[in-house]
């Protein structure tokens, strides 16, 4: 989608004021986080947790994740184990969204959860989204701030291009640092434990707290990022490719060179970072068809790996 810009404020103190009045309205403020810019509204809010589905055109089964100041504020909404405090007290803030039994009473709206009796849950590390939790005193459920489905932004232009009109204040924090979503991670009863979608903390990381992971061939959406296709660039996507079609706008990675490369050294860290941008850059070129390089598996290339895999589905 494409339309009218939205207002794009520098992320100063003037535009977080604005910022925090528009969300105490129920407003929509798109927003930095240290993952992906995210669509943020006031998690208690039915009309404004609407205005986000309605803003992204993303389906009501897909529930959200709901972004917090701290852990007491946490722990109004989830109900939080030994485990999920250990996670909380190693991992927040930071990259890591928790999916724990939604407290009776939280107040959230209905359609952030959709309808599951578990809420996913995290506390960011950047330091605009976490102004706007303190100022505000509220949850605020926040997607990735583009038309669901579609890749993620990890700059205000990519916002800007994505959603349009739909949003009426974007804060500008630059590009952002980890450049994909959070690991999500569900806790089970019994000590099991799962991840519903990789990202930058690590299977292994996860492990050394909580023991070998369950296995589960369980296909419900629990958490976003779950759908088979997602992230997609809008057009047929080649995976593990060694060299590009005539056709092909190729995405290279270490010693497979093409048209832009997700990192000429071979760095899975910066091929992460820069994994959304390759993407939109694809997307933009006159080339109708995308080839993208092998990317090893394990450490943080399962993380890109799942979103290629998704992309190109």
């Known amino acids: 989608m494409s339309g009218k810009a939205p207002r794009i404020l520098a992320a100063d103190a003037t535009a977080l004021a604005r910022a925090v009045r528009h969300l105490r309205m129920g407003g929509l403020v798109a927003v930095p986080t240290e993952t992906v810019y995210g669509l943020a509204a006031r998690a208690d809010d039915d009309a404004a947790v609407a205005g986000i589905y309605r803003a992204k055109g993303r389906p009501d089964f897909n529930p959200l994740i709901v972004h917090v100041g701290d852990l007491a504020q946490a722990e109004r909404l989830a109900v939080f184990d030994a485990r999920a405090r250990l996670l909380a007290e190693r991992f927040w803030p930071g990259p890591l969204t928790l999916v724990l039994p939604l407290r009776e009473e939280a107040p959230v709206a209905a359609a952030v959860t959709a309808g599951l009796p578990t809420i996913a849950i995290r506390m960011p590390a950047h330091p605009v989204m976490r102004a706007l939790l303190a100022e505000t005193g509220l949850p605020l459920a926040a997607p990735s701030a583009n038309r669901s489905g579609g890749v993620s932004p990890t700059s205000a232009a990519h916002v800007a291009a994505s959603l349009g009109e739909s949003i009426p204040l974007l804060l500008d924090g630059g590009p952002c640092e980890a450049g994909l979503e959070s690991t999500i991670v569900a806790l089970r009863e019994g000590g099991c434990w799962q991840i519903l979608r990789p990202g930058p903390i690590v299977a292994e990381e996860l492990a050394a707290i909580l023991g070998p992971p369950e296995e589960v061939g369980d296909a419900r959406i629990e958490a976003p990022g ?58 933009a070129s006159d080339k109708p068809h995308i080839a993208i390089a092998p990317i090893p598996a394990g450490g943080i290339g399962d993380a890109i790996n799942d979103r290629l895999k998704r992309a190109a589905a």
């Open 226 to 283: 779950q759908l088979a296709s997602h992230y997609a660039p809008g057009k047929p996507v080649r995976l593990d490719a060694q060299e590009a079609a005539p056709d092909e706008f190729m995405i290279g990675f270490g010693p497979v060179r093409g048209d832009i490369s997700l990192s000429e050294t071979g760095d899975l860290g910066e091929a992460a970072a820069r994994l959304y941008a390759c993407l939109h850059s694809a997307a």
